[in-house]
């Protein structure tokens, strides 16, 4: 698939940066002292609110000169007070990777130990120690010990990356994609189905794309373990359904009706993993 292609293109390295887009996250903000635009290098007039501030990267300008800004935010890693409950392209831009670090760290430890552990998944770790294996990505980064040494349930482990995904601001399956996806799992021809999927997937922003990408070859791994570990791509999708696509609007209505249709969407993702991306 050509268009696959080309967005795996955009994925590759460009003086050690990822070309991940990213819009700068504007707030208000009253400086004190005398300050310029650093957009059109013109003064700042006023005493209080004379422009915006970049609340990632730190660039200040115009309020008006913000709506021509192009989309080149390069977040600053001081300014990321955490990873948990951090927009996902703005972390891997901070951290100049590929994947929130979270994702390949946690990946790497249930490959290594618990591929066919039942349930994996589906079973719960304790609470209690999955707020500590956040705090510890939190607190530490990349640097985070998440080994069997301190951690030997390895459901703790998935139990961490699962809140990781839950705690994003923007779901892994963004909202402005949620009712394309939706549409698409309402298809009953299954070739049909396929295409439409495929083509909801070159919408996402590409740190999104390839996160999911990342999982979903993962996940198809966990399958490739069922007999031992009893997890098949349907009950991957029971669980990760929710936990990857949440819709716009918050109502419960809406997510209890759409329920079939996100693990759906998530059980075509493993299942075809190696066509969709």
Not at 100 to 127: H, N, Q, W
Request: proline share 4%; net charge negative.
């Amino acid at each position: 698939m050509i268009s696959s292609l080309v967005r795996r293109a955009a994925l590759t390295h460009n003086d050690n940066h990822f070309n991940y887009e990213k819009t700068h996250n504007f707030k208000v903000h009253t400086f004190r002292g005398p300050h310029w635009c650093e957009y059109c290098a013109n003064f700042m007039w006023g005493l209080i609110a004379q422009g915006v501030r970049c609340s990632d990267c730190g660039l200040n300008v115009h309020k008006q000169c913000s709506k021509h800004v192009p989309n080149d935010c390069q977040p600053d890693l001081k300014r990321i007070k955490k990873v948990y409950c951090c927009d996902l392209t703005t972390l891997v831009k901070a951290h100049n990777t590929q994947r929130p670090m979270v994702v390949d760290i946690c990946i790497r430890e249930i490959e290594a130990r618990g591929l066919k552990s039942e349930g994996l998944y589906r079973v719960s770790g304790f609470t209690e120690h999955i707020e500590d294996v956040k705090m510890a990505f939190d607190r530490d980064g990349e640097k985070a010990d998440i080994s069997a040494n301190i951690y030997p349930d390895i459901n703790i482990i998935t139990g961490a990356l699962k809140l990781y995904f839950r705690d994003l601001p923007i779901p892994v399956i963004t909202y402005d994609t949620y009712s394309k996806f939706i549409e698409a799992a309402k298809i009953s021809n299954a070739d049909e189905r396929l295409e439409a999927v495929h083509e909801v997937l070159m919408l996402l922003p590409p740190a999104h794309y390839e996160t999911l990408r990342y999982l979903m070859i993962h996940l198809k791994k966990v399958t490739m373990n069922e007999k031992d570990n009893l997890m098949n791509a349907e009950n991957l999708g029971i669980v990760f359904g929710p936990t990857l696509m949440r819709p716009p609007e918050d109502s419960t209505l809406t997510t209890l009706h759409d329920m079939r249709y996100q693990k759906l969407i998530v059980q075509i993702l493993i299942e075809n993993e190696d066509v969709l991306f």
